[in-house]
């Protein structure tokens, strides 16, 4: 099953679902436990969650429980860890080739420990822009990489020949009044014709993610 696929899937279980992240593989190979270290913290922890719920749901969770023991006394898995996803009309069981944090929770399907796992297997695209420069960003493997930057450039020499005539201009720009005002409202526009550029470059390139790493000059800011 594709990991999208899975992702969503789990997503939309049938509440109440038992999820289950356990390591199966962490034990010293040298040491043979009466209790496997797996099935001793699912004994612990679910005992804990069964204390904080409301008497009412007992009976269903008890069986969410035993069902999720008797699969784990009966395997002796072959992988680092799993993930089990237990409810009246569910069952899944997802082999983790990695090891991760152990987790129990109740309820709705607890995804959240699927994500990085998720995000892993995509390749984005992050902007980041400011008055400055805006940076392009790869972000794969949980790692951000600057692919370049390009920083705006504002050309003011074409106001200050306009206000060339005018008495005190420069002094005039300092302070608060009607030319302070132009000034910012034309430096803003400035700000909006640079930003709508890089917006149509960015969607040049979502069109094509390779170019992305060609596209922009090495690290200029």
């Known amino acids: 099953m594709a990991i999208e696929t899975m992702f969503h899937a789990c997503g939309k279980l049938s509440p109440p679902v038992l999820s289950v992240y356990v390591n199966t593989s962490d034990q010293d190979a040298t040491r043979h436990p009466r209790v496997r270290p797996e099935l001793a913290w699912f004994r612990e922890m679910a005992a804990a969650v069964r204390r904080d719920l409301p008497h009412r749901n007992h009976r269903l969770f008890d069986r969410q429980v035993q069902r999720v023991r008797r699969f784990l006394e009966q395997r002796r898995a072959a992988e680092r860890a799993m993930v089990i996803f237990s409810g009246v009309k569910c069952w899944k069981v997802i082999p983790m080739r990695a090891s991760l944090q152990n987790d129990l ?10 994500l990085p796992i998720f995000y892993s297997h995509h390749r984005y695209g992050v902007v980041v822009m400011d008055h400055m420069a805006v940076r392009y960003f790869a972000y794969t493997g949980g790692d951000m990489i600057l692919l370049g930057s390009k920083e705006f450039e504002i050309d003011v020499s074409q106001w200050k020949r306009k206000d060339e005539g005018r008495v005190g201009a420069e002094r005039t720009l300092q302070s608060r009044g ?9 430096i803003e526009a400035q700000y909006k014709r640079l930003c709508h550029q890089s917006a149509e470059e960015i969607e040049a390139l979502a069109r094509n993610t390779d170019s992305m790493v060609c596209s922009w000059p090495a690290r200029t800011a």
């Open 105 to 114: 929770h109740w309820g709705e399907p607890n995804i959240g420990p699927l």
């Open 178 to 186: 009607p030319l302070r005002d132009l000034y910012e409202r034309w």
